[in-house]
């Protein structure tokens, strides 16, 4: 099966459609898939309901389908440093779905997993649980939380063979693997591109069965989020 795209319109091709469900990995600006949703900004869809970590920053990542409008429902659980994000939602312009982090990190590995619904103790007793199925098991208060499952997920690896087994780079990993494992079709954008057979195998944090579509981007923009540098001395 040809995985490998020329660019990331075309490897979104076919693929987008108004008021569909998008996954994006990453965490902050770090392992978010930029190309791809730069792609997606260019293509005009609209009513999206996207399920992130965070919604980037403002002017990066998912930050930029914000600023057209693009983004109808975000299901996350960091409004960040995006102050755009934070004026829609108080404006009443944007839907937000807010999810405890490691109920969020669940639901995607449940959906993946082909896992309908958990139950956490996270959340129990708070806006989180309200509307939600709970129960008690062993004398502790669980909710049951649904997994979540997308129409694309976009995920941002450091390399890749033409299989799709990707390798990611340190933190990059956070919950793109997750994010993958969780989409009817994955579309991978990576820097590195190698032949088959040239993974060692023990260093595939991803098996290539999960990704159906490749885009190589060697040189993406790595951004610093927040900036700390030391004020004088030595």
């Known amino acids: 099966?040809?995985?490998?795209?020329?660019?990331?319109?075309?490897?979104?091709?076919?693929?987008?459609?108004?008021?569909?469900?998008?996954?994006?990995?990453?965490?902050?600006?770090?392992?978010?898939?930029?190309?791809?949703?730069?792609?997606?900004?260019d293509s005009g869809v609209?009513?999206?309901?996207?399920v992130s970590n965070n919604a980037g920053i403002d002017g990066a990542g998912l930050g930029l389908l914000l600023e057209t409008r693009q983004i109808k429902k975000m299901i996350a659980s960091y409004v960040g440093e995006n102050k755009l994000f934070a004026q829609q939602f108080l404006a009443?312009?944007?839907e937000i779905e807010f999810n405890p982090q490691g109920t969020l990190a669940e639901r995607l590995r449940a959906g993946g997993a082909g896992i309908p619904a958990f139950f956490t103790?996270?959340?129990?007793?708070?806006?989180?649980?309200?509307?939600?199925?709970?129960?008690?098991?062993?004398?502790?208060?669980?909710?049951?939380?649904t997994a979540l499952k997308a129409d694309v997920s976009l995920v941002k690896a450091w390399k890749a063979d033409r299989a799709g087994n990707l390798v990611f780079r340190k933190t990059a990993r956070n919950f793109n693997p997750a994010c993958a494992m969780a989409g009817n079709v994955?579309?991978?954008?990576?820097?590195?591109?190698?032949?088959?057979?040239?993974?060692?195998?023990?260093?595939?944090h991803l098996p290539g069965i999960y990704v159906d579509r490749i885009?190589?981007?060697?040189?993406?923009?790595k951004r610093i989020e927040q900036r700390t540098v030391r004020q004088g001395g030595v």
């Open 92 to 94: 009443g312009e944007l």
């Open 215 to 221: 885009v190589v981007n060697p040189t993406p923009e």
């Open 121 to 145: 103790r996270t959340g129990y007793g708070t806006v989180v649980a309200e509307g939600k199925e709970t129960r008690e098991f062993d004398g502790h208060h669980y909710v049951l939380e």
């Open 46 to 50: 609209k009513n999206l309901t996207c």
């Open 186 to 204: 994955c579309v991978a954008e990576v820097e590195q591109l190698v032949e088959i057979g040239d993974i060692d195998p023990d260093q595939v």
């Open 1 to 41: 099966m040809k995985k490998v795209y020329p660019d990331a319109k075309s490897a979104l091709a076919g693929v987008l459609k108004d008021g569909m469900m998008i996954m994006a990995g990453g965490f902050g600006l770090c392992g978010m898939p930029g190309t791809l949703i730069e792609a997606i900004r």
